[in-house]
């Protein structure tokens, strides 16, 4: 593990450490700031004693965040450097925190180059997960165990009840009986999904099929429940799922890293089939064609995957041509039979050991 990934794991795990990294100074917005009136058809700006403020700078910084007009009980950071610069209540009425480029370029990097660590835990998770859905009764863990697997074979989104109370939109855990349709050994899951996104995801396995029936039988209109000692019926959320995968790991991992390495991995089979390319025009062409590919994989789109899914280094290798020596092998099975991780997951690994780290763009 090379100097850069120490340095940038130790970055991710402290916010303070991380503002200070990139010439940022962490604060939060109960920290007194500035705020905003209606004046005209502009805004005027007040300091934390309600005094309005005239300097041109000042002025020109706040402008220049631009808030959106709708937004109320706005924050501004009294730090031009300062990680958070502004939050607000939209008109949905939920709360929204505006960071500064550097802030959110550092955590994105972070994030990223994580994945070796996660790689490391990855079997680990695999082979607790198969002890507890192999466990008898269907409860608390057999249930997280098997939103676990769906989420790793699947790559939908855990969901949480804002999303669901809010916009109607649903994700792994908050899924309805009515989102899937179960025909022997086949799951269909069809839901609105983040941002109003119609997602249509098939997956075959008897033993899940099986497992994900049970559970639909169970009654009330949630998808995943369980009977708890009591016989009480019993949901999950995502912070199940969290608090799963830490008491395995000891690592703050959420269902986004495995979005992540699912959408890194899924970039070198499509690499694999465009294959080389002879001018940097065709390069990237080739490029975006694999991201499009991603996005399809992830329910998301070409921009989010490259900048949040796809690991740069992976794409750095394609633009580099290093590629090729790791992904000659791939094939086109694409399932992970055991609890190790397969060769597509092994060429990904090699490539962010050898490879020069490349920096999110």
Not at 110 to 116: D, E
Request: net charge positive; aromatic share 10%.
């Amino acid at each position: 593990m090379n100097r850069l990934l120490k340095k940038l794991e130790k970055i991710g795990r402290d916010p303070k450490v991380t503002a200070k990294a990139v010439g940022l100074r962490y604060v939060a917005d109960s920290t007194p700031g500035y705020t905003r009136k209606k004046s005209g058809k502009g805004w005027t700006y007040l300091d934390a004693d309600g005094k309005t403020v005239k300097d041109k700078e000042l002025i020109e910084r706040f402008n220049k965040l631009v808030i959106p007009p709708a937004y109320t009980n706005v924050w501004m950071s009294p730090y031009d450097n300062g990680h958070l610069q502004f939050t607000g209540i939209d008109a949905a009425g939920r709360k929204q925190y505006r960071y500064h480029t550097y802030w959110n370029k550092i955590r994105n990097q972070s994030k990223y180059h994580r994945l070796q660590t996660f790689a490391a835990h990855l079997p680990a998770i695999r082979q607790q997960v198969d002890k507890d859905l192999a466990r008898k009764n269907l409860d608390h863990e057999k249930v997280v165990a098997l939103v676990v697997r769906l989420m790793e074979l699947t790559s939908i989104r855990v969901g949480n009840e804002s999303y669901k109370k809010l916009y109607g939109s649903f994700g792994l855990t908050t899924l309805m009986d009515r989102h899937v349709k179960i025909e022997g050994s086949n799951l269909n899951f069809e839901f609105k999904g983040k941002k109003g996104v119609m997602h249509k995801v098939a997956l075959q396995s008897k033993k899940l099929a099986k497992l994900v029936k049970q559970c639909r039988d169970i009654p009330g209109k949630e998808l995943f429940q369980f009977y708890n000692d009591d016989h009480e019926r019993c949901t999950i959320g995502s912070g199940d799922i969290n608090n799963y995968l830490k008491a395995i790991t000891g690592e703050d991992f959420t269902a986004k890293d495995f979005r992540t390495w699912a959408g890194s991995v899924s970039a070198l089979y499509a690499f694999k089939e465009a294959g080389e390319f002879s001018t940097i025009s065709e390069c990237k062409k080739k490029i975006v064609s694999v991201l499009d590919d991603v996005a399809i994989n992830l329910g998301n789109t070409r921009t989010v995957c490259k900048k949040y899914y796809v690991h740069p280094t992976v794409i750095k290798s394609y633009e580099e041509g290093t590629i090729f020596k790791y992904i000659s092998k791939l094939d086109g099975d694409k399932d992970v039979k055991s609890s190790e991780l397969n060769i597509a997951e092994m060429a990904l690994l090699k490539i962010l050991e050898n490879e020069k780290l490349a920096e999110a763009s």
